[in-house]
């Protein structure tokens, strides 16, 4: 069934219900019952639940799941036995300023390049204390850690997504030294978002960009009142926590143990990459490396660490719904032909030196609206790379185009799985922090755009 526009609803219902309330959950489940309402065809509530089940059951939403139940296990672990708190004083004798913190926090994105769920959890969880005590909004550190993310793993060619969209262009029969993965490493001068969007984030980070929309609004309140996170109840509580949190003055000549929190992490690194970028081998190996210092160093004891291993699963229940929910939602833009319904929007516009310009703009749109990342890619590969060489067109620059559109939207999409590790982290709702980094995307977005304008009239 052909469903036209209508494919186009839940994600407006989606964006109506989050910006007039800012709660991410009541957004995504009105999404659901709007898009069960149009497909109905065995009541509103059967067809609800079958999509819910279907989630339930995708392979890619228990592999998330599982990831983020990992990651709250580590973090738990991290917080439990003052891990973070060693790692912040210790951190603190080299940071002494809001740029240096922001710096700091910029630099362990590239140090945690395997994969962007990963480096969203760690390096929020890691810099609260430390952004915290200099004044820094929450919504600044979730844009200087989402934003640094997505860009730095589609740019190096050993992380998950370099795998995947080498895989994707050697499928279509593109390749570099007979291989898919490189013509990804070849193209990837060409992935103008990734570059543009880390230099966007320096900016700001040195204070060359100033806070601009609501991030603007954000900085001015923490600055004359020190509170961290933006106007609104949901967020009392947290805010006076961290108030007295960074009231507190540590001694910084207090004998501190940073090992406990480097360790871990440089042990998940390695790990993940021996194991062919297995970020769950990796995790699990930072999560046993954690047990085994902290009974060495009898920081905490047995029943204790098993207290936090609990507590670690249970605090990623939040997350867990509101994945299912975005899974149910990708589900059934699939099954309302809404891909099918925007490329035959924009196909025509798909001409020549304009193709590239056009195809991010394309999968920018679509990934934002969607928080489908490579799913998108999955869909879309096999219809530009051909079209791309039927034009004469560079199918490495159309493909680049395609993964900078991915990234843009692992970068803004508040129900994107990205938007809502890094929400989890600095504990925001996602809803605040899609709106905060909205200008910020957008600027890095309008120059990728006259990038492959400029591109595509060079090399066709």
Same mark, same amino acid.
């Given at each position: 069934?052909? %469903?036209?526009?209508?494919?186009?609803?839940?994600?407006?219902?989606?964006?109506?219900?989050?910006?007039?309330?800012?709660?991410?959950?009541?957004?995504?489940?009105?999404?659901s019952v709007g898009g069960a309402l149009i497909l109905g065809k065995t009541g509103i509530f059967g067809t609800w639940f079958d999509y819910f089940y279907q989630s339930f059951a995708d392979p890619d939403?228990?592999?998330?799941?599982?990831?983020?139940?990992?990651?709250?296990?580590?973090?738990?672990?991290?917080?439990?036995?003052?891990?973070?708190?060693?790692?912040?004083?210790?951190?603190?004798?080299?940071?002494?300023?809001?740029?240096?913190?922001?710096?700091?926090?910029?630099l362990l994105g590239f140090v945690i390049f395997l994969d962007d769920y990963l480096n969203n959890l760690v390096v929020g969880t890691a810099m609260k204390p430390m952004t915290d005590k200099y004044g820094?909004?929450?919504?600044?550190?979730?844009?200087?850690?989402?934003?640094?993310?997505?860009?730095?793993?589609?740019?190096?060619?050993?992380?998950?997504?370099?795998?995947?969209?080498?895989?994707?262009?050697?499928?279509?029969?593109?390749?570099?030294?007979?291989?898919?993965?490189?013509? %990804?490493?070849?193209?990837?001068?060409?992935?103008? %978002?990734?570059?543009?969007?880390?230099?966007?984030?320096?900016?700001?980070?040195?204070?060359?960009?100033?806070?601009?929309?609501?991030?603007?609004?954000?900085?001015?309140?923490?600055?004359?009142?020190?509170?961290?996170?933006?106007?609104?109840?949901?967020?009392?509580?947290?805010?006076?926590?961290?108030?007295?949190? !960074?009231?507190?003055?540590?001694?910084?000549?207090?004998?501190v143990n940073p090992i406990l929190f480097l360790l871990p992490i440089l042990i998940m690194i390695v790990v993940t990459i021996a194991a062919g970028v297995d970020i769950i081998i990796g995790t699990t190996?930072?999560?046993?490396?954690?047990?085994?210092?902290?009974?060495?160093?009898?920081?905490?004891?047995?029943?204790?660490?098993?207290?936090?291993?609990?507590?670690?699963?249970?605090?990623?229940?939040?997350?867990?719904?509101?994945?299912?929910?975005?899974?149910?939602?990708?589900?059934?833009?699939?099954?309302?032909?809404?891909?099918?319904?925007?490329?035959?929007?924009?196909?025509?516009?798909?001409?020549?030196?304009?193709?590239?310009?056009?195809?991010?703009?394309?999968?920018?749109?679509? !990934?934002?609206?969607?928080?489908?990342?490579?799913?998108?890619?999955?869909?879309?590969?096999?219809?530009?790379?051909?079209?791309?060489?039927?034009?004469?067109?560079?199918?490495?620059?159309?493909?680049?185009?395609?993964?900078?559109?991915?990234?843009?939207?692992?970068?803004?999409?508040?129900?994107?799985?990205?938007?809502?590790?890094?929400?989890?982290?600095?504990?925001?709702?996602?809803?605040?922090?899609?709106?905060?980094?909205?200008?910020?995307?957008?600027?890095?977005?309008?120059?990728?755009?006259?990038? %492959?304008?400029?591109?595509?009239?060079?090399?066709?």
């Amino acid at each position: 069934m052909d %469903y036209g526009i209508l494919s186009i609803a839940p994600i407006v219902i989606v964006f109506a219900v989050a910006l007039s309330t800012k709660r991410t959950l009541l957004a995504l489940f009105s999404g659901s019952v709007g898009g069960a309402l149009i497909l109905g065809k065995t009541g509103i509530f059967g067809t609800w639940f079958d999509y819910f089940y279907q989630s339930f059951a995708d392979p890619d939403a228990e592999w998330l799941i599982m990831v983020t139940c990992l990651f709250g296990v580590l973090v738990a672990l991290f917080e439990s036995s003052g891990a973070i708190d060693d790692f912040a004083i210790w951190v603190r004798r080299f940071v002494n300023s809001k740029r240096k913190a922001l710096l700091l926090t910029y630099l362990l994105g590239f140090v945690i390049f395997l994969d962007d769920y990963l480096n969203n959890l760690v390096v929020g969880t890691a810099m609260k204390p430390m952004t915290d005590k200099y004044g820094i909004p929450r919504s600044q550190l979730a844009y200087v850690v989402n934003s640094t993310a997505a860009p730095i793993c589609v740019l190096i060619p050993i992380s998950s997504w370099a795998v995947f969209f080498g895989t994707l262009l050697e499928g279509e029969g593109v390749t570099y030294n007979g291989t898919g993965i490189g013509a %990804y490493i070849h193209s990837l001068p060409l992935v103008f %978002y990734g570059w543009i969007a880390l230099i966007v984030v320096l900016l700001v980070v040195l204070g060359v960009l100033p806070p601009i929309g609501p991030m603007k609004k954000h900085a001015k309140m923490a600055e004359e009142t020190g509170r961290v996170f933006p106007p609104g109840e949901v967020y009392d509580e947290l805010s006076e926590a961290a108030i007295e949190r !960074a009231k507190f003055e540590v001694d910084t000549d207090k004998k501190v143990n940073p090992i406990l929190f480097l360790l871990p992490i440089l042990i998940m690194i390695v790990v993940t990459i021996a194991a062919g970028v297995d970020i769950i081998i990796g995790t699990t190996s930072a999560i046993g490396t954690m047990f085994v210092l902290l009974l060495i160093t009898r920081r905490m004891k047995v029943f204790a660490i098993f207290e936090a291993i609990y507590e670690g699963i249970v605090s990623m229940a939040f997350v867990a719904i509101l994945v299912i929910l975005a899974y149910m939602l990708q589900k059934m833009n699939g099954d309302l032909g809404l891909a099918e319904y925007v490329i035959s929007v924009v196909e025509p516009l798909m001409k020549g030196a304009f193709l590239p310009a056009v195809v991010f703009i394309f999968c920018a749109v679509y !990934a934002y609206c969607t928080g489908c990342f490579w799913d998108l890619a999955a869909i879309i590969t096999p219809l530009v790379i051909p079209l791309a060489i039927a034009m004469e067109v560079d199918p490495m620059l159309a493909g680049a185009a395609i993964f900078s559109g991915a990234a843009f939207g692992s970068n803004t999409c508040m129900y994107g799985d990205a938007m809502i590790l890094v929400s989890k982290s600095t504990d925001m709702q996602p809803v605040d922090n899609m709106l905060a980094t909205l200008p910020y995307a957008a600027v890095s977005g309008g120059l990728t755009v006259i990038a %492959y304008i400029v591109t595509g009239f060079i090399m066709c």
